[in-house]
């Protein structure tokens, strides 16, 4: 019995795989530009929703189901951890990706196979999306940098170090304040 399919066709990140077949070797390229999910990235950059992701994908019949190969190529933005100043990356994200036939999925599950990491085709029709976000999210930048010798803000005040480089502030450790103020006491008898 065939699964109800729940893919939107019409999804730009729902590919349809019906020409391929199940003859293994069939293959098919896909290039198109797509509007990016929401919340692709993490907390310091990420690839705002809406804006142009690029795929250039192939798609490839094999016996167990079809292999996705191919790149995904966006611009994030996010911040510097430095400095907190807009930082953009350009980034080029390969991936590999086999989806399962439905019914090869239900017999490695009879064999005791653990395909939970392993994503099924719906039909003829695969959802790109998760795969997108497993390739894309791992290559942004983990600490991304507007620069890599920025030396990011004063951690008294808070001023922007690039703009000025000899900025400092004369902290006192309170653990000498009583000798300062003996330093200060010598200063005076020595004056009279």
Sequence with gaps: MERPIHLDP???FVLDTHEL??????????????PAPADLGTDVIGIPAGTD????????????????????RGRAVGECVRCLDEVF???????????????????????????????ELEGDLL?????????????LPFRPLCRPDCPGLCSECGAHLAD?????????DPRWAVLNRLQGTFDDTKES
């Design 10 to 12: 019409r999804s730009p």
């Design 21 to 34: 077949g199940r003859r293994a070797g069939s293959m098919r390229l896909v290039q198109r530009t797509v």
């Design 53 to 72: 992701l690029e795929l250039d994908l192939r798609l490839e019949a094999v016996m167990e189901g079809v292999l996705v190969t191919g790149s995904v």
């Design 89 to 119: 990356d350009d980034v080029d994200a390969p991936l590999t990706e086999l989806y399962n036939y439905p019914d090869r999925a239900r017999i490695a599950e009879a064999e005791g196979d653990d395909l939970e990491d392993e994503r």
């Design 127 to 139: 959802d790109f999306e998760p795969a997108l976000r497993d390739a894309v999210v791992p290559v």
């Design 164 to 172: 000025d480089p000899d900025h400092s502030h004369e902290i006192l």
